[in-house]
């Protein structure tokens, strides 16, 4: 059995997986192709690669739905070796030929597409990952231009155009989308803070030079002498008798004898000792920072098929 319109408009917007009958993931549902002539759900883009940048076609010919994924008759080898078709809203008659070919089906009615429109030529019909009504419903319907050719009724996931014959290398096949942001390339940068140490000179404090008396006791011994008075008695000799004769024999008499003495005497001088000035010098030593940063780490959400 193949799946029904109602059935690929629910996968459309359920965020599930392509997997294969034995369970194995596959890829995240990408977009649901109708049939140009029958409109029935005919192919289905399975995200493979790293990140999941890369979309395979899957034929859902046998294909069944198991809750919110669809089953495939391939295995996830299988479907990552499938020809290089870009996703862009249509299939040609020869790219499904070509598919039908790889994966040994019986060829197609003629082409295959997803874009949404109600008439015109240059427009396919098909079922885009996320729901929206059908062009009849005024407030779901949106539009997409593509290369192919042919009519039909079915559901959009939004508005674009798209040309076949644009500037991304078929070789390489899709880059994916950015989720949060424009779709550059197949690469992310990862970033991180780093911390880059110096040094500053800043004003820590200020160092002066101030004068001042102070007056202390000093205490020195200095000898000084003085004159004391003592009797000194000695007899008439030849030499003194002239001088002991001199006068009244008998008498009284007074004699006076100046004494002296020595005493300190201070005098203060004010002298240069030494001369004191203000010098700096530069001690270095060592000291540990401790600072936080922030890094941006990618790891690989999904499965990704890594072997080349």
Known sequence: MSLTTDQARTLAGSGGNVVSTDGGKIGGIGQIYLDDSTGDPTWVT???????????????????????????????????????????????????????AYYGLGSGSGGAGYADSTSGTGTETGIASGYVENASDADYTETATTGGSGTGTGFAAGTGTTDRDDDVDSS????????????????MTRSEEQVKVGT????????????????????????????????????????????????????EEEHEVVLHAEEPVVQKEAVPVERVRLDKETVT?????????????????????TRR
Do not use: C, M, W
């Open 46 to 100: 399975a995200k493979t690669g790293l990140f999941g940048t890369k979309e395979s076609f899957v034929p859902l010919e046998g294909a069944s739905v198991q809750g919110d994924d669809v089953v495939v008759g391939f295995d996830k080898d299988k479907v990552k070796d499938a020809p290089r078709v870009d996703p862009d809203g249509n299939l040609s008659p020869d790219e499904e030929d070509q598919l039908y």
């Open 285 to 305: 030593d060592q000291e540990t920072i401790s600072e936080e940063v922030r890094k941006e780490q990618i790891e690989l959400d999904g499965d990704a098929d």
């Open 200 to 251: 500053t000179t800043r004003e820590t404090g200020r160092a002066r030079l101030r004068k001042y008396v102070v007056t202390e006791n000093v205490t020195e011994t200095v000898p000084v002498s003085h004159e004391e008075v003592r009797l000194e008695r000695e007899p008439i000799t030849e030499a003194n008798r002239g001088d002991a004769y001199d006068g009244p024999a008998i008498s």
């Open 172 to 187: 390489r096949g899709a880059v994916g989308h950015d989720t949060s942001g424009p779709t550059t390339d197949e690469a």
